[in-house]
């Protein structure tokens, strides 16, 4: 992967806070098919998630801070959140929409309400950001190597520093990338921006046409095992 030279001074500005470069990670990770830019080798912790309707699911965190300026990658695994929310709804009240759901293939809900958990699992935790004590300052649509997501940039009330954040669905995994950098800093837009896919093997992949979680794979081009995001916009 390269970075262009505008993106890279902005990076060694936003990391150092000099002109002093700083070498930066092309970090890969095979378990959750995703490469990335961290400004240092990134930490891994296990973790949980609970989805928009009550479901526990696994998730790993992966963090990489620099100064004062902090880098994440959250990764939550959707992919067995049906056999989760079954379980759960066997709890709930007698009678309960949840506990029952739509019995159709069709229906939009199914026991535990799993089904718009994953459809809605990329607007959910764009929520989240918005719910903060930030000004909101960009919600928009965006693809990186055409998997569809959403964009969000704030700048935060209590220290005015400024996060920038991509939130992406794909095979089911809910990706969600935040940058914060101080006042005065460059906005770390370079974070989310580096974001890219890989198959099994850890080459990198970019699809042919936009990809939406749960539809038909578009056909995918091999990109040279580089993995770079190449997103609206960039």
């Known amino acids: 992967m390269r970075l262009s030279s505008a993106l890279t001074a902005a990076f060694v500005l936003l990391v150092t806070g000099t002109a002093v470069a700083q070498e930066y990670v092309e970090f890969k990770s095979l378990p959750d098919r995703f490469s990335i830019v961290f400004p240092v080798q990134p930490k891994v912790t296990e973790t949980t998630f609970k989805s928009q309707f009550g479901s526990v699911l696994p998730a790993r965190v992966y963090t990489g801070d620099s100064g004062q300026s902090r880098f994440s990658v959250t990764v939550v695994d959707y992919n067995n959140i049906q056999a989760i929310a079954t379980e759960k709804a066997k709890s709930c009240p007698d009678g309960a929409e ?30 989240q950001f918005v719910q903060r004590d930030a000004k909101v300052t960009l919600v928009s649509w965006t693809n990186m190597d055409l998997v569809e997501g959403n964009l969000v940039s704030l700048v935060n009330n209590k220290d005015k520093s400024r996060t920038s954040a991509g939130i992406y669905m794909h095979e089911n995994k809910l990706y969600i990338i935040e940058g914060t950098a101080p006042a005065g800093y460059p906005v770390p837009d370079f974070f989310q921006q580096s974001v890219g896919w890989l198959d ?26 580089q993995g770079q995001g190449q997103g609206q916009g960039q």
């Open 200 to 225: 099994a093997t850890g080459n990198g992949i970019r699809y042919m046409t936009i990809y939406h979680n749960g539809f038909p794979k578009p056909e995918i081009a091999r990109r040279g095992g």
């Open 98 to 127: 949840p506990c029952k759901g739509g019995l159709g293939a069709g229906s939009s809900t199914g026991a535990g309400y799993w089904k718009p958990d994953i459809e809605g699992a990329v607007m959910y935790a764009t929520w």
